[in-house]
C-alpha cells in the first residue's frame, strides 16, 4: 500500500513568492492534516480536513496561507507571498479517523527555502 | 503552559541498553490520547505507540512500552534493547476531544536520542 505523498520534497523560493505543496494520503483515510516544522521543534497544526471540510483551520495563518482539499481526496497548500519565516518543513498526514487509537501517516514532508 | 513536556533535549545510551524518554503533559480533558513518533535524519515521522486516556494497561508495541502514569500526567516511553537504528529524533504528542471542533493535536520539542555502539 502506497504511503503518504508529497511533492515537491524541497523548495526553494524568494521572498514575496508564491509557492504550493501538494498532498495525496493513504487511500481510505478521511483525515488530513497539514503541518509546518521549525527546525528543532515539533510540528505544529496548521489545518485539518475531514473528508473535502476543513474543520480546524485555527492556525493557518490566513493572511497568506490558503488550502483545498477537492473531492475529499489530495489537497494542495499554499502560500502567497512567502515571507523568510515560512523556511520550514511542511509536512502532510492522514489518518482513518481523527479521534480514537487511529494514528497520523506521515508523508515525506516539503523542505522550503526562502530566500 | 505547555501542553506536552519533554525534557531532555539530548540523550543517550548503549547498543542493547535500555532507554526512557520522559513525557509530561497537561490537560483538563478527561478523555485524550497520546503518541510517541519517531523521526528519524531521513525526516520522515513514523507511529511507534498509542496510549488512551482509558487505557488501563501501559501500551506495548514490540521493543517500545509505554510508561503510562495519569495522576502524574506523564507517558514516558521505554525502549528496551536498544539498536543502531533507534538513533532519531522521538516526539510525544496529545490529542484532546473527540475529533469535533474541540480537537486538538499537539506535539512536543523532541528528544533526541543517540545509541552508541
Known amino acids: 500500500e502506497a504511503g503518504v505523498v508529497q511533492s515537491p520534497r524541497y523548495k526553494i523560493i524568494e521572498k514575496k513568492q508564491p509557492v504550493a505543496f501538494w498532498c495525496n494520503p493513504i487511500s481510505g483515510h478521511n483525515t488530513l492534516y497539514w503541518y509546518r516544522q521549525n527546525l528543532g521543534q515539533g510540528p505544529e497544526l496548521l489545518i485539518r480536513y475531514e473528508n473535502e471540510e476543513a474543520v480546524d483551520d485555527s492556525q493557518l495563518p490566513k493572511d497568506r496561507f490558503s488550502a483545498e482539499r477537492l473531492k475529499g481526496v489530495d489537497s494542495t497548500l499554499k502560500i502567497q507571498p512567502a515571507e523568510l519565516g515560512d523556511s520550514a518543513v511542511y509536512l502532510c498526514a492522514s489518518s482513518l479517523k481523527s479521534w480514537g487509537p487511529y494514528e497520523q501517516y506521515f508523508g515525506p514532508g516539503t523542505r522550503l527555502t526562502v530566500t | 503552559a505547555q501542553k506536552i513536556t519533554q525534557t531532555q533535549p539530548g540523550m543517550f545510551v548503549q547498543e542493547k541498553e535500555a532507554v526512557t524518554l520522559d513525557c509530561t503533559y497537561d490537560?483538563?480533558?478527561?478523555?485524550?490520547?497520546l503518541f510517541w513518533y519517531k523521526q528519524p535524519s531521513s525526516g520522515e515521522m513514523i507511529f511507534l505507540i498509542y496510549q488512551g486516556s482509558y487505557d488501563e494497561q501501559n501500551a506495548t508495541e514490540g521493543r517500545y512500552s509505554l510508561n503510562f502514569q495519569k495522576a502524574r500526567k506523564s507517558a514516558n516511553l521505554v525502549i528496551s534493547a536498544s539498536q543502531l537504528g533507534d538513533s532519531a529524533m522521538y516526539f510525544c504528542?496529545?490529542?484532546?476531544?473527540?475529533?469535533?471542533?474541540?480537537?486538538?493535536?499537539?506535539f512536543g520539542k523532541g528528544t533526541l536520542l543517540t545509541v552508541n555502539p
Open positions: 504528542a496529545m490529542r484532546e476531544g473527540d475529533g469535533g471542533s474541540n480537537y486538538k493535536l499537539t
Open positions: 490537560t483538563s480533558d478527561q478523555s485524550y490520547g
